[in-house]
């Protein structure tokens, strides 16, 4: 497990995550669209071979393996393949993390496709969610994984707004204990506790800023 330096400026990390953006958006939007249509079936046959052109297109010219997690010189985080706060991944809400005194906060909105039992959200996403964002407040002094994690689902967390935070709440040797929750207007949904270990390599890794994906 390696991070990638992406040797870029600021500047050039503002461009490109201007470019893939609205086109990472756009595909979010195809799969709540898939989800959702009631067009007639020749028109889904016909929406189908024009998103095999778009694919072709997109794979004629393309990375080997996944994206990887890049940093630049200046720390700031491109996790841009990643399964939450990825740019580039349209399967990722995507969650942009903010910091705050006591750890991370995020505020998004989930919609048809995360939904597990009918018009809630599936509880897996849930515990992706509060994992890495748990993880981020874990890893403000460097990189750390998720040794463990436990998940109390309180009641079900109807699809829509909603936000998240997490804090750390002890640390000892490479072991950080942090927790978590997921709100609705009406309060906690969801809440969980988790032990984030520091690998022994990573132990004089400067921290790096993931908030954004
Ligand atoms: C891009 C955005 C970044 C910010 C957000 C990041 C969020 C990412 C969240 C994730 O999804 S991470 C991916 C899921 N997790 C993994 O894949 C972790 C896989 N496991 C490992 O890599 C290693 O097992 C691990 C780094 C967790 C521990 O290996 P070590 O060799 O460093 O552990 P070691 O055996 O030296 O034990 C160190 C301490 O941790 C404890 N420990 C080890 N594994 C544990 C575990 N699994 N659960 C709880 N505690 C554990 C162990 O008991 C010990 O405690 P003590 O110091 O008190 O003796």
């Known amino acids: 497990m390696e991070f990638i330096l992406e040797d870029i400026s600021e500047a050039e990390v503002a ?14 939007d195809l799969v ?9 079936e020749d028109a ?8 095999a052109e778009v ?10 393996g ?12 491109m996790a841009w393949g990643n399964a939450v706060i990825g740019v580039r991944n349209a399967l990722a809400p995507p969650l942009d993390v903010v910091h705050v005194d006591d750890g991370v906060r995020s505020d998004f909105t989930l919609g048809a496709a995360y939904e597990g039992p009918p018009g809630c959200v599936h509880g897996g996403v849930c515990a992706m969610l509060l994992d890495h964002l748990l993880g981020n407040a874990a ?5 750390c994984y998720t040794g463990t994690i436990t998940i109390r689902y309180l009641r079900p967390t109807r699809l829509g707004a909603l936000s998240a935070r997490a ?9 950080l204990y942090a927790k978590g929750t997921i ?9 969980a506790e988790g032990v984030f270990i520091v690998p022994r390599s990573a132990v004089d890794t400067p921290a790096v800023r993931w908030s954004q994906g």
């Open 44 to 51: 889904l046959d016909d929406a189908r071979r024009r998103i």
């Open 15 to 28: 461009r490109r995550r201007g470019v893939y953006t609205p086109l990472t958006d756009t595909v979010r």
């Open 139 to 143: 890893s403000t002094e460097g990189p």
């Open 183 to 191: 709100s609705d207007a009406e309060g906690v949904t969801c809440e």
């Open 66 to 77: 996944p994206y990887g997690v890049r940093h630049t010189r200046q720390n700031t985080g």
């Open 167 to 175: 804090w750390v709440t002890e640390r000892t040797g490479r072991k």
């Open 32 to 40: 709540d669209a898939v989800i959702r249509t009631e067009v007639s």
């Open 55 to 64: 694919v072709a297109d997109l794979r004629s010219k393309q990375m080997d």
